[in-house]
C-alpha cells in the first residue's frame, strides 16, 4: 500500500508542478539540490542537467546554422553559374554552338560525368556529336519520357534502365543518378552523374528548370 500511495503521491507532484511552472522561482536553493538520473555517469544536479540540456541545444542550432550557411553559399554559386551560362547561350550566333555551349558548360562548370542532347529535329552544323541524338518526338523509344516532356519539370534520380539506354547507351551501366532537363517542343537534356547521390528524388530543381528554360529560349531564336 505504500508503494502505491508514493507512487500516486509522485504524480501528484509532477501534475501539480506542470500547473506551476514558476515554483522553482520562489525556492531556488530546491532547484539545486534536486538530482537528475543520467543513462550515463552520476546524477546530476536540476541546474546542472539543465544546463547541459542547454549546451545540447546550442550545438544543434549551431549545426544547423552551419548547413544553412553552406547552403546559402551553394545555391549562391549556383545562380552565379545558371547567370553565366544564360549569358553565353544567348552570345552565340547559331544554334549548332548554343547547344555545344551548353554541353561543354554543363560538363565543365557543372561537373556533369556524362552529358547528353536529345533533340527532335537536326540542327544544321551539329550532325555529329558524342553527346547528340537525333530521335523524332514520335519516336517509341521516347515513350517512356512522355510524362517528362508533358509537364515540362526536370526530373532527378535514378532512371528506368531504358531509359538509360536511350540516353546513354554503352555507358548505361556506369550512370548511378540523371538530372533530366526536359526542353519544350525542342528535346531533353540529360546530366549523368557516376555517384548515386548526386541527383535524387526531391532535390531541389529551380536551377535545372532555369538552365532548360534559358536553353529553350536560345535556340528558339533560329527556330525555322
Not at 546554422?65 to 549569358?87: G, I, K, M, P
Amino acid at each position: 500500500m505504500s508503494e502505491i500511495q508514493e507512487t500516486l503521491s509522485a504524480h501528484e507532484v509532477a501534475a501539480w508542478l506542470r500547473r506551476h511552472p514558476q515554483f522553482l522561482r520562489q525556492f531556488p536553493d530546491l532547484a539545486l539540490s534536486l538530482v537528475v538520473p543520467r543513462d550515463e555517469g552520476p546524477a546530476a544536479s536540476l541546474a546542472s542537467y539543465q544546463l547541459d540540456v542547454l549546451r545540447d541545444k546550442n550545438r544543434e542550432l549551431a549545426r544547423r546554422l552551419q548547413d544553412l550557411f553552406a547552403n546559402a553559399q551553394e545555391n549562391e554559386r549556383l545562380a552565379v553559374r545558371t547567370h553565366q551560362l544564360t549569358l553565353q547561350l544567348m552570345r552565340q550566333e547559331n544554334a549548332a554552338d548554343t547547344l555545344r555551349a551548353m554541353a561543354a558548360s554543363l560538363a565543365e562548370d557543372f561537373n556533369g560525368d556524362l552529358v547528353r542532347v536529345v533533340l527532335f529535329e537536326p540542327v544544321a552544323g551539329l550532325e555529329e556529336a558524342p553527346w547528340l541524338q537525333h530521335i523524332a518526338a514520335d519516336d517509341p523509344r521516347l515513350q517512356s519520357f512522355r510524362d517528362c516532356l508533358a509537364d515540362g519539370e526536370p526530373l532527378c534520380g535514378r532512371l528506368q534502365p531504358e531509359k538509360h539506354e536511350v540516353l546513354y547507351g554503352d555507358r548505361a551501366p556506369d550512370v548511378q543518378s540523371t538530372a533530366l532537363l526536359p526542353l519544350g517542343g525542342v528535346g531533353l537534356v540529360a546530366v549523368g552523374s557516376l555517384d548515386a547521390n548526386r541527383f535524387f528524388p526531391g532535390m531541389g530543381t529551380l536551377f535545372l528548370r532555369m538552365m532548360g528554360e534559358a536553353l529553350t529560349a536560345a535556340l528558339a531564336r533560329y527556330a525555322r
